[in-house]
């Protein structure tokens, strides 16, 4: 008996360690324990609009100052992918009870790798929403679109097509919204408005976000 006991002890702190392990391995998986040690000091409040997606998102740090009326809580994390955001939708979503969702994300799977079409990242939005709806289908859902990037110029074609497809997905479903930020942030030649990206011509000024927040802000649900 004793030797059964100490077998099983065994297991259960090797099944722990692996298990650890494997949360270790896990892409972001710092990203989601910092958003869950502040959730530890201080849990959001239910019924806030929330954001999710890649690096957009992460680094509008103000972006509640951008709307004061709207109560805003932002869990993106920089340089994700939808099939990130389908593997921690259980840590970034569900807890918070969020009375809007608002996701911005496809533009890094569509530059990590030429096999990323417009057809698979439609697919891993799919999925995503899918997810989504399984577990809160009255929340409104809203997909800020592809943004043009101008040191991504060489996938424009897939972004342009990516947006398209999402468009028509959401445009069959109930309670969801197409915020179109891409028509805004290129100039009367289809190319992107340099002034609107900091150094790295991948990421936003504050000219930048001042677009998207006219774009968004009658999407976004009143208190």
């Known amino acids: 008996m004793k030797v059964k006991k100490t077998l099983n002890c065994f297991i259960l702190l090797a099944s722990l360690f692996f298990s650890a392990t494997n ?7 710092q990203e989601i324990r910092e958003f869950k040690r502040q959730d530890s000091l201080h849990f959001p409040a239910s019924n806030q609009i929330l954001l999710i997606g890649s690096s957009s998102f992460t680094k ?20 994700s992918q939808l099939p990130d955001q389908v593997r921690y939708v259980n840590e970034i979503v569900f807890p918070y009870k969020p009375k809007q969702i608002i996701i911005y994300c496809g533009e890094n799977d569509m530059a990590s790798h030429d096999s990323v079409t417009a057809q698979v990242v439609l697919r891993r939005f799919k999925e ?7 577990k809160l289908p009255n929340v409104p859902v809203a997909f800020i679109s592809m943004k043009p990037s101008p ?20 445009k069959k479903q109930k309670r969801t919204a197409f915020i179109d930020v891409y028509k805004e942030m290129i100039n009367d030649e289809g190319k992107p408005v340099a002034d609107l990206f900091v150094d790295d011509n991948l990421h936003m000024n504050a000219k930048g976000y001042a677009i998207w927040k006219k774009v968004m802000e009658p999407h976004l649900m009143k208190k």
Not at 60 to 79: A, C, M, T
Not at 128 to 134: A, G, K, N, V
Request: hydrophobic share 45%.
């Open 23 to 29: 949360l270790q391995a896990q892409p972001f998986a």
């Open 60 to 79: 509008w740090k103000d972006v509640q100052s951008y709307f004061p009326s709207y109560p805003i809580l932002n869990r993106g994390f920089g340089g």
């Open 128 to 134: 995503l929403f899918t997810l989504i709806r399984s």
């Open 151 to 170: 040191s991504r110029q060489l996938i424009q074609p897939k972004v342009i097509e990516g947006n398209a497809l999402i468009r028509a997905f959401l």
